[in-house]
């Protein structure tokens, strides 16, 4: 349905040399997008990630390194980029303590990297969408950009002010052909996820299935992990024409985890 539907356009995708960046980045290149791939690194992997995903989808893709803790590096990635049609800010990080022992660094990188980004990056790319009248912002958010758990203060905050700057977004580029969403995943395993379940086996004094099944996946009511290919999927038809007059709203993407 959507073979070819980004042809022509560049998207740039933060944080996307594995896990829901690069599930994302797949499926826009997939419907025909050139695509820019991000990271703090710099390895041959990531170059050459970037190579075989566009002999394999038959688009253009670079890799450009740009941390996206640093406000001046966000901004010099979308410079780097040439062009920005759609803009995906999803680089992020997770720390899980409790509020009086969250460690101050983890506290504001968490803050830098999963909201203050998607500020730079957007307030960056929004000025060559504007001269076009066309743009795609979408914001990776998560279920926790809608609702809270404990020892997540610092992801919580950051999550739910990403919601609050894709209103904003929305709204201030309202009628000029750019929107803005955040797409909200639930529980997606990916290595942000796969890093928590040692934490939460010692915490609860469980094993790896007993975690996932009764920890994770207990506020997830289908029981299953959402997945990269349907992040990217929502991505793809928020891209698209038939997604022109969505802006400045949530899709959870979370096998009913906010409907609870
Ligand atoms: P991941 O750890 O696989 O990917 C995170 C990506 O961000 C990686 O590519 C990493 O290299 C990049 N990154 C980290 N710090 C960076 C920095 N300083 N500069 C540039 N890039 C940086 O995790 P993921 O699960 O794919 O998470 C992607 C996004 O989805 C995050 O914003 C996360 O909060 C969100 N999310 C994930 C889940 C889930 O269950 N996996 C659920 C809801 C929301």
Known sequence: MFENVLKGKTAVVTGSNSGIGLGIARELAAAGADVVLNSFTNDEADHKLAADMASEFGVDVRYIQADMSKADECRALIEKAGSCDILVNNAGIQHVAPIPEFPVDKWDAIIAINMSSAFHCTAAALPEM????????????????????????????????????????????????????????GYVLTPIVEKQIPDQMKTHNMSREDVIKNVMLARQPSGEFATVEQMGGTAVFLASDAAAQITGTTISVDGGWTAL
């Open 130 to 185: 504007q001269k076009k009248g066309w743009g795609r912002v979408i914001n990776i958010a998560s279920a926790h950009g809608l609702t809270a758990s404990p020892y997540k203060s610092a992801y919580v905050a950051a999550k739910h002010g990403v919601v609050g700057l894709t209103k904003v977004t929305a709204l201030e580029e309202a009628g000029k052909g750019i929107t803005c969403n955040a797409i909200c995943p």
